[in-house]
């Protein structure tokens, strides 16, 4: 029987595999209703009423899904000087204390999205007519995969190579 590791890095595959395809869509069909709305009012000389409301619809998913694989991918912004300076043994508290700050501001991210979606329910866009919580929920997914990713980050084994590369160029100073 596989252990729960194996079922969790199975999760996390198909999981990443479904956020960076709604990332990707989200951009394509983001830029697309963008140029046919751009096309449509300079060079028909007549305005397309969706096209704005499906772009900002998949910006909105385009970001939190986006942020939600930087976490995955550790490409948050990090002041690294601060790692350098810091002695090897203080480096990996450092790294945990970053993700549980990481986790803890996608938990907020969900919670505060799920009131969000509270006190818009009912509400539909101008143009289009869909219900506004399709594009509000993407606030609280987007912090949930950052939970997610970001206590997967922190419960991983540490990497030595990172940790000892990450104070290989800081050189006393006489």
């Known amino acids: 029987m596989p252990s729960s590791n ?5 999760l996390e595959s198909v999981l990443t595999t479904v956020v960076q395809t709604l990332t990707v869509l989200s951009a ?8 046919v709305g751009v096309f449509f009012r300079y060079v028909m000389q007549d305005s397309l009423t969706w096209s704005e409301e499906v772009a900002m619809l998949c910006f909105s998913w385009l ?3 986006a942020a939600a694989l930087m976490v995955r991918e550790n490409g948050h912004v990090r002041m690294e000087l601060i790692e350098k300076v810091l002695p090897a043994r203080s480096y990996g508290l450092l790294n945990q204390s970053i993700w549980i ?6 938990g907020y991210m969900a919670w505060t999205g799920f009131q969000f979606i509270q006190l818009t329910m009912g509400q539909s ?3 289009i007519r869909y ?3 399709m594009r509000d929920i993407s606030l609280p ?7 997610f990713y970001a206590l997967l980050n922190l419960c991983a084994k540490p990497d030595v190579q990172t940790s000892e590369s990450a104070h290989s160029s800081v050189t006393p100073e006489s």
């Open 141 to 147: 997914i987007g912090g949930i995969l950052i939970t």
């Open 28 to 35: 394509v069909v983001m830029i697309l209703s963008l140029l």
């Open 101 to 106: 700050l990481i986790a803890l501001i996608g």
């Open 125 to 127: 866009s101008p143009a």
């Open 131 to 133: 219900p506004i919580w």
């Open 6 to 10: 194996f079922w969790l890095r199975r």
């Open 63 to 65: 970001i939190f899904l």
